[in-house]
């Protein structure tokens, strides 16, 4: 995997967990906060720690911002700065922009200034969480949008001894079998005729209403 310069711009809870992380998995990291003690606690973690304010274009502009993959904007509370931040990065031309949003309002003008990726941490781990508390099946699962997603989950007993044909996933709910996982092995892009066996894994793709139904299933 190519090495890969990350600038992360504030370093509260969520800036400081993904500068650890993206330094574990052996990338560069350049951290910018106006707070110099935050600085100092980075400073031997991250790449480079600098303190700065980054709704100061020259200041980003000394830092080479452009050079780097991808800046994330990791700024809570203060939303001003997030979205003048946003902004400031957008009409630079850097290459991908994330941002964290503290609420739906500020997701959405941050969707509007064309930032790449806009991400509700907290939202998003509330749902995550209500899911997996009120299934026993949910393994995984990915949003792919609002409406759509690829969930991975334990066989519900009603489909056991049927093969994919007969199962009605697709016809009834819209849902199409990926792959199944049994053991240690999976069988990716099963055929119609594949019977669906005990403990096997579902990993499927489908609309989230209709996942949900299969979830409820027993
Ligand atoms: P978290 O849940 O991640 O802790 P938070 O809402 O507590 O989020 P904040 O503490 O509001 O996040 O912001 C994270 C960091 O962003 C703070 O350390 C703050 O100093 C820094 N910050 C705020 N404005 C700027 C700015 N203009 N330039 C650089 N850093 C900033």
């Known amino acids: 995997m190519r090495k890969k310069q990350y600038a992360v711009i504030g370093i509260g809870r969520f800036g400081e967990s993904l500068i650890r992380e993206l330094v574990r998995m052996g990338h560069?990291?350049?951290a910018i906060d106006t707070d110099e003690s935050r600085v100092q606690d980075i400073?031997?973690?991250?790449?480079?720690?600098?303190?700065?304010?980054?709704m100061d274009d020259k200041v980003l502009r000394a830092l080479d911002i452009t050079s780097f993959d991808a800046v994330i904007v990791a700024i809570g509370e203060d939303i001003e700065a997030s979205i003048l931040t946003s902004l400031t990065l957008k009409d630079m031309g850097v290459r991908k922009t994330i941002a964290k949003a503290q609420n739906h309002m500020h997701g959405k003008v941050l969707a509007k200034i064309g930032v790449d990726i806009v991400v509700?941490?907290?939202?998003?781990?509330?749902?995550r969480l209500a899911r997996t508390l009120v299934s026993n099946s949910i393994i995984e699962?990915?949003?792919?949008?609002?409406d759509y997603g690829i969930w991975e989950l334990v066989t519900p007993r009603t489909l056991v001894g049927k093969n994919l044909q007969n199962s009605g996933l697709r016809p009834k709910l819209g849902i199409n079998i990926l792959a199944i996982k049994t053991g240690d092995s999976i069988e990716v892009s099963p055929p119609p005729e594949h019977v669906i066996n005990k403990d096997d894994i579902l990993v499927v793709i489908g609309p989230t209403r209709s996942l949900e139904k299969l979830n409820e299933m027993d």
Do not use: N
């Open 120 to 127: 509700h941490p907290e939202r998003d781990m509330a749902i």
């Open 43 to 54: 400073a031997d973690i991250a790449t480079q720690a600098v303190q700065a304010d980054s």
């Open 28 to 30: 560069e990291v350049l």
């Open 141 to 146: 699962h990915i949003d792919l949008s609002a």
